[in-house]
């Protein structure tokens, strides 16, 4: 395990983050279609409002937290047929009654905390976590970490519900961490934690150039759809980490080849309402690679171009109704159609590597396109599905040394998990 971790604290990573800002259960679907986009991940942390006056402590804290509210769930949700009946009741709704309450997805901990400690909790299913804004550290930082207690590997359930799961040094007071800025806190995601360890790769040599399959990085177990089935089946069963469905379609040898995917960082800033009406309607393969093709515009519906995606359509208020394309999802880069599928598909192609790829070359991949995951292929073909990358992957196999090659059975048999219609 490369030392950066046991010496760097998690308030290193915390220096220029802005303050919290909450997003209230109360709000509407509407309101979070806003606020998604300025958050990472394709996601937003749901809280309960403060039910008390004064001065609140970490525990109060975690137990206000809710949850937290991708858009995936608002696509799926918004794809309900009631929803489709009624577009603007349906983003009046209170995100209260659409979130699924996870309180395991957040914790508060200490700005001295060891940085060892803040990767086993996201290894463990820990999506962000809050930090109380602080002006100077005092001492050193945590000496021991929780994986050395072995207090979470020996509970079969995540380290959820309350500070009393961790080891007595990882619970905190303001007097340990230097100055705390009372009430003021700031949000850690998992990019940002990847932003920090790609910035110091040569700390942690041999593992960047070492391939994500000798590591043992590759995840089989994806959740996947084929193409020819509806794409509202991706929403029977939403993945959590990561949060994407994989579009396949089935080769003559027996092998997957992925044609995209329905995942929250695809539908990041989309048309949600465009969405939502593809997701309903079309099948996987249309929803991902485009229907202007097949589709006759006279069996497509008339919609408003407003919906509410946090861009100046929304904001300046004008209400256009024009034809569904799947472009209006944003998807596509490109506004021309060229008269092949292929020339405009743009961002619902889906971020891919190679078998033998690095982990660094992995981690820059994700962090450039701001992705939660990479989907996995052969090495001498691009389309044919091995595994997915994702953050809690890539956590993994930093914080463990080089192994020997991890043989991995690239067929389908056995591979990923369908979801059934």
Same mark, same amino acid.
Request: with cysteine; proline share 6%.
């Given at each position: 395990? &490369?030392? #950066? ?19 209230? $259960?109360?709000? !509407? ?11 990472? $991940? ?50 009046? @709704? ?17 700005? &001295? ?22 002006? +100077? ?72 150039? !070492? ?16 193409? *020819? ?17 994989? #579009? ?29 009406? +593809? ?72 971020? !891919? ?6 982990? &660094? ?9 701001? +992705? ?19 953050? !809690?992957?890539?956590? &993994?196999? @930093? ?11 690239? *067929? ?10």
């Amino acid at each position: 395990m &490369a030392s #950066v971790f046991l010496y760097h604290v998690v308030g290193d990573l915390t220096v220029g983050k802005p303050e919290l800002v909450e997003f209230y $259960e109360s709000e !509407t679907v509407e309101s979070a279609i806003r606020a998604i986009g300025e958050f990472p $991940e394709g996601s937003i942390p749901i809280w309960k409002k403060r039910s008390h006056v004064g001065i609140e402590n970490s525990e109060m804290k975690q137990q206000r937290f809710v949850g937290i509210f991708s858009s995936f769930d608002i696509v799926a949700f918004l794809a309900k047929s009631e929803c489709l009946e009624d577009q603007d009741k349906a983003l009046k @709704v209170p995100v209260s009654e659409v979130v699924v309450p996870n309180n395991s997805l957040l914790r508060v901990v200490d700005p &001295a905390t060891r940085l060892i400690d803040a990767l086993d909790m996201m290894k463990q299913g820990v999506k962000r976590l809050l930090v109380p804004k602080s002006v +100077a550290w005092k001492g050193m930082s945590k000496r021991f970490s929780a994986i050395y207690y072995g207090k979470w590997h020996k509970n079969n359930d995540s380290p959820t519900n309350s500070s009393n799961n961790l080891p007595p040094n990882m619970n905190w007071s303001p007097s340990t961490s230097g100055t705390v800025i009372r009430d003021k806190y700031c949000c850690l995601s998992r990019e940002d934690v990847l932003r920090f360890i790609i910035g110091c790769l040569g700390a942690l040599a041999p593992l960047p150039l !070492t391939s994500i399959s000798a590591l043992g990085a590759i995840n089989a177990d994806y959740s996947y759809i084929e193409s *020819s089935a509806p794409a509202i089946a991706a929403t029977k069963k939403l993945p959590q980490d990561p949060s994407a469905v994989a #579009v396949i379609e089935n080769t003559p040898d027996g092998q997957c080849k992925i044609l995209g995917e329905i995942s929250a960082c695809k539908l990041w800033k989309c048309d949600y309402l465009a969405a939502a009406w +593809a997701l309903a309607n079309l099948s996987a393969g249309q929803f991902v690679m485009g229907v202007e093709d097949n589709v006759s515009s006279r069996s497509l519906p008339e919609f408003s171009v407003d919906s509410p995606t946090g861009n100046s359509d929304l904001v300046n208020g004008s209400r256009k109704p024009r034809k569904f394309s799947s472009r209006s999802i944003g998807f596509f880069s490109n506004s021309h159609s060229f008269g092949s599928r292929s020339m405009y598909r743009g961002r619902s192609a889906p971020l !891919t590597c190679k078998f033998t790829s690095s982990l &660094a070359a992995v981690l820059a991949q994700m962090l450039s396109h701001r +992705a939660t995951h990479v989907w996995v292929t052969e090495d001498d073909n691009d389309d044919v599905l091995v595994g997915v990358v994702g953050y !809690t992957d890539i956590l &993994a196999a @930093v914080t463990k040394p080089p192994t020997t090659m991890i043989p991995v059975n690239r *067929s389908t048999e056995g591979f990923g998990n369908e979801i059934q219609c």
